[in-house]
């Protein structure tokens, strides 16, 4: 029940495109929904992240779609770009006093062919 | 923008070896975080730390992670005697509630 599901596990898109990742949860506490953006080597930088009690929000080229009754969640990167070329990850959590323990999706790679 | 900081960025160890893994969180944050990834998969969380206590820790830190905050500005994660298997990408993380700041990482390979 503490899993994340995250699809596809590849993506290509050209740019200009719009690059599509889905995430799907089982747990109805999760109330905290981030997206993190991972190149080569690097730790997880937090992208844009949601609260379920939003539909949506947009951060310049990134959107995030949420879905309570279905359980899912979405990013949207508008206008891709070769440099958004990474690994992208969706996570929930339940914010707690004791702090904020994310559970990561499997992760997503996207490549912007120029 | 101030930043997570770890060292070492490398470190490679023989098996039955300990390791301390070192962590600068930002300072203004109160709950502090270790996560691994296994080279190719997904982040998985390990302990996290509030108030000078562990807060929550998942089933893969056993008895041989530990974590300290030693001083004011640092935060270890501790592996007392390394096994293969944890050969990974260790993260430390930091956050004043919601938004957690991962730091560059510390790539433990363990031969």
């Known amino acids: 029940q503490q899993q994340v599901k995250q699809s596809p596990q590849s993506l290509i898109v050209q740019k200009g495109g719009i690059s599509i990742i889905n995430c799907a949860y089982e747990n109805t506490a999760f109330d905290y929904f981030p997206w993190y953006q991972q190149f080569p080597g690097k730790g997880p930088a937090l992208l844009i992240a949601i609260r379920p009690d939003v539909s949506e929000k947009k951060e310049g080229r990134f959107t995030i779609s949420f879905n309570k009754s279905a359980k899912q969640f979405s990013l949207h990167i508008m206008d891709s770009q070769p440099g958004d070329s990474a690994t992208y990850f969706c996570?929930?959590?339940?914010?707690?006093?004791?702090?904020?323990?994310?559970?990561f999706g499997g992760g997503t790679r996207v490549l912007v062919k120029p | 923008e101030p930043e997570v900081t770890q060292t070492p960025s490398h470190q490679v160890t023989q098996m039955g070896q300990e390791v301390i893994l070192r962590c600068v969180p930002i300072?203004?944050?109160?709950?502090f975080y270790w996560y691994r990834q296994i080279l190719g998969q997904k982040v998985e969380f390990l302990v996290s730390?509030?108030?000078?206590?562990?807060?929550?820790k998942s089933e893969i830190f056993d008895d041989q992670f530990s974590v300290e905050r030693p001083d004011g500005s640092n935060f270890t994660l501790k592996i007392r005697s390394t096994k293969l298997e944890d050969s990974a990408m260790y993260f430390c993380?930091?956050?004043?509630?919601?938004?957690?700041?991962f730091g560059p990482g510390t790539r433990l390979t363990v031969t």
């Open positions: 996570a929930a959590s339940t914010i707690k006093a004791a702090g904020n323990k994310l559970t």
């Open positions: 300072s203004n944050h109160l709950y």
């Open positions: 993380a930091s956050s004043i509630r919601d938004r957690v700041l």
């Open positions: 730390f509030y108030n000078n206590e562990i807060s929550e």
